[in-house]
């Protein structure tokens, strides 16, 4: 099997990126789509395939696999350098700051291949997609979805890369919050507000700053940030 290879950015020999056969390729996509695997049929919305390897950036890492089916099978695509050089374009264009990658291009059967990125968790992070006339968004991996970023996720991703720096009081706010917790598994920014009586900078603030302080713990939905005891 010939694997073509090329690392942008920086060289991503911590990353443990090698070649892999068919038979290794096939074990890899039984797995499914998780927190680190990501399937796409076709490059034929890059900015699609930005958004994930960006969540993958700003969470733990991951796989993207061009030319596998959500279904777990494996047609390939005939022509990996064109679809390659699109999502190559679009991850030059579409994100901020430029993130570290390290494409293969997989042959399989029937002359046919399949292109896999694996993205590193990122030091630079948040990431984030800027598309023309949109407001800028950044994403995280929750799962086997990658969830645009509230705010309060985007201020965590920024602010875990340096813990140093956290300073707050555990006062009657924090209190309260606590024993919801006792009795209520998770609870939302708005609930906290309601109960708490504070604005929404005061309660985001809080609730960010437990969560670096490893007291909390946030996890994004598709409705919204869950935050809950660590």
Do not use: W
Not at 60 to 71: A, K, P, Q, S, Y
Not at 72 to 77: C, D, H, Q, R, S
Not at 108 to 130: G, T, Y
Not at 188 to 216: H, M
């Amino acid at each position: 099997m010939k694997t073509i290879k090329r690392t942008k950015t920086k060289p991503l020999a911590a990353a443990g990126v090698e070649s892999i056969n068919l038979r290794e390729l096939k074990k890899l996509v039984a797995e499914g789509e998780g927190l680190q695997l990501e399937f796409k049929r076709k490059a034929a919305y890059p900015e699609k395939i930005v958004r994930e390897l960006i969540a993958f950036a700003n969470t733990e890492g991951g796989t993207l696999l061009i030319g596998v089916d959500d279904n777990k099978t494996i047609p390939g695509i005939k022509h990996p350098e064109e679809e390659g050089h699109v999502v190559r374009e679009a991850l030059s264009h579409f994100c901020r700051p430029l993130l570290a990658y390290n494409e293969a291009c997989i042959a399989i059967p029937d002359n046919r291949f399949v292109i896999r990125f694996d993205v590193p968790p990122s030091s630079k992070r948040p990431h984030f997609l800027v598309l023309r006339k949109e407001p800028r968004s950044t994403f995280v991996r929750v799962k086997d979805m990658s969830i645009i970023a509230s705010a309060e996720m985007e201020e965590v991703i920024r602010r875990s890369k340096k813990k140093n720096d956290i300073r707050f009081t555990f006062g009657n706010e924090e209190k309260k919050l606590m024993e919801y917790l006792d009795k209520q598994p998770v609870i939302t920014l708005s609930e906290y507000r309601n109960f708490s009586g504070l604005n929404r900078f005061q309660a985001s603030r809080k609730l960010i700053l437990l969560v670096l302080a490893n007291v909390l713990k946030i996890v994004a939905s598709e409705k919204g940030d869950l935050y809950s005891r660590v």
